[in-house]
């Protein structure tokens, strides 16, 4: 465990500060580099007792270092076939057994992934993690499989589907296109992608993110997309008491829309906080009692993809999928608005005071999730109007309030426990180790 901490220490140095968190995955098989078997084991040797007694072992391990790890956000279950995801060769059904087990204990506190949710380690709730997402091949058969997982048993409501766009076989030139810069500057694959994460509540992505950062119609189209993905909190309204005075409550209460494809994982918390007008200094803050960010989902019932099979001389090839015109998609149970109310006594000196509102992390309790809206401060927090106390009236904000570009900040971030950074920098010379 140790070393796995020292390891991990090193490779996800300065994230915090960044406000980036991982989503590890462990490999024993990955071509054109050294294959990682354990030492003593015969490489390729998934299935004997001694491979099966030391799995158990170290997913208990990769627990005990990850289940709590605040950098963490989800676990992809890997190990299994090359690059870890599940084929040459597939797992048997005793390994997943055994390992969706171990993975399972080792990690109640993160969600889990794999390859093929609807047919793999299955009964563990586990997420899905599609590895050639929206691909032109798949999406008759990994696609279709999702949504209808998402259909039978609302999978993504409890956990994340995610993925990596593949641009190395098969009709990818088709969709999702030539190559990332491709897949997000062209309106043709970035519908087609947008419509797919929709379709199947998509959380996250690999691989389409080394687009071409100087392509201006790339960055615009990931602009689109990271709006489409994960989730998406938009403030319909705010309403709040415009007076405190000595007995009297400052009541809140907030309407908002998940406009994403997925609801946020955790329960995280929502703060009120009130502010010094003058320098924007924190002098009262309190969390609202029994919100729960995990049940403001988005919409459910995205148009589905036309599928049709292709006509020929090879009945093998998977059916193809078309969407409709973009003004006839759309989910057919649009997002509900969500109704928050907080009441709170707080007693501050005769003045009036900026409202703001924001998410925490729980690592640090700081404010890390944003709203989506252009009301926004530095460091992550969103003002709404201003209370007075003291028999001070308040009122709106005034049509000259400045706010920050959220999209510029650069201070959000979260905080991991000093006592595991120690724990961990005096055993930082194990890093080197080949890891159990």
Not at 379 to 407: I, S, T
């Given at each position: 465990?140790?070393?796995?901490?020292?390891?991990?220490?090193?490779?996800?140095?300065?994230?915090?500060?960044?406000?980036?968190?991982?989503?590890?995955?462990?490999?024993?098989?990955?071509?054109?580099?050294?294959?990682?078997?354990?030492?003593?084991?015969?490489?390729?040797?998934?299935?004997?007792?001694?491979?099966?007694?030391?799995?158990?072992?170290?997913?208990?391990?990769?627990?005990?270092?990850?289940?709590?790890?605040?950098?963490?956000?989800?676990?992809?279950?890997?190990?299994?076939?090359k690059w870890g995801e599940h084929h040459s060769p597939a797992p048997s059904a005793e390994l997943q057994r055994l390992a969706g087990e171990a993975f399972a204990r080792a990690f109640p506190d993160k969600r889990v992934s794999v390859r093929q949710a609807w047919a793999e380690f299955v009964g563990h709730g586990f997420g899905e993690y599609w590895d050639s997402f929206a691909h032109w091949d798949q999406m008759a058969d990994n696609g279709r499989e999702i949504a209808a997982l998402n259909e039978k048993t609302g999978l993504f409501e409890r956990t994340y589907i995610g993925g990596e766009v593949a641009?190395?076989?098969?009709?990818?030139?088709?969709?999702?296109?030539?190559?990332?810069?491709?897949?997000?500057?062209?309106?043709?694959?970035?519908?087609?992608?947008?419509?797919?994460?929709?379709?199947?509540?998509?959380?996250?992505?690999?691989?389409?993110?080394?687009?071409?950062?100087?392509?201006?119609?790339?960055?615009?189209?990931a602009a689109q997309l990271q709006k489409a993905l994960g989730y998406r909190f938009v403030l319909d309204d705010v309403s709040y008491s415009s007076s405190v005075g000595d007995d009297d409550e400052l009541k809140i209460e907030l309407r908002v829309r998940?406009?994403?494809?997925?609801?946020?994982?955790?329960?995280?918390?929502?703060?009120?906080?009130?502010?010094?007008?003058?320098?924007?200094?924190?002098?009262?803050k309190e969390t609202f009692s029994g919100v729960d960010l995990r049940e403001w989902q988005p919409g459910r019932g995205w148009t589905s993809p036309i599928l049709t099979s292709p006509s020929g001389s090879n009945p093998g090839e998977p059916a193809r999928a078309t969407w409709p015109d973009s003004g006839a998609v759309g989910w057919s149970q649009p997002p509900i608005e969500h109704c928050v109310q907080g009441v709170f006594k707080p007693r501050l000196p005769k003045g009036r005071y900026l409202l703001a509102l924001e998410i925490l992390d729980p690592a640090g309790m700081v404010p890390s999730v944003c709203f989506a809206?252009?009301?926004?401060?530095?460091?992550?927090?969103?003002?709404?109007?201003?209370?007075?106390?003291?028999?001070?009236?308040?009122?709106?904000?005034?049509?000259?309030?400045?706010?920050?570009?959220?999209?510029?900040?650069?201070?959000?971030?979260?905080?991991?426990?000093?006592?595991?950074?120690s724990a961990t920098r005096l055993t930082s010379s194990t890093a080197k180790e080949r890891l159990p």
């Open positions: 465990v140790v070393k796995i901490k020292a390891y991990c220490d090193n490779a996800w140095k300065g994230l915090p500060e960044q406000n980036v968190k991982v989503i590890p995955r462990v490999y024993l098989e990955y071509p054109d580099k050294p294959d990682a078997w354990p030492d003593g084991l015969r490489t390729g040797d998934y299935t004997s007792p001694e491979f099966q007694r030391r799995l158990r072992g170290f997913v208990e391990k990769l627990g005990k270092a990850w289940n709590t790890d605040p950098r963490v956000a989800f676990i992809e279950l890997g190990i299994f076939g641009y190395d076989w098969g009709n990818w030139r088709i969709q999702p296109g030539e190559s990332p810069t491709a897949s997000l500057a062209d309106p043709r694959h970035l519908e087609f992608i947008i419509n797919t994460v929709r379709w199947v509540h998509c959380t996250q992505l690999e691989w389409i993110g080394d687009y071409e950062r100087q392509d201006g119609r790339a960055v615009a189209g998940n406009l994403g494809s997925a609801p946020f994982y955790y329960r995280w918390p929502l703060e009120a906080s009130l502010l010094d007008p003058r320098d924007q200094h924190v002098v009262w809206t252009t009301q926004y401060l530095k460091g992550g927090r969103h003002p709404v109007g201003l209370v007075g106390f003291g028999g001070v009236c308040g009122r709106k904000l005034p049509e000259a309030f400045r706010f920050d570009d959220q999209f510029s900040d650069r201070t959000l971030h979260y905080e991991v426990s000093q006592v595991a950074k």
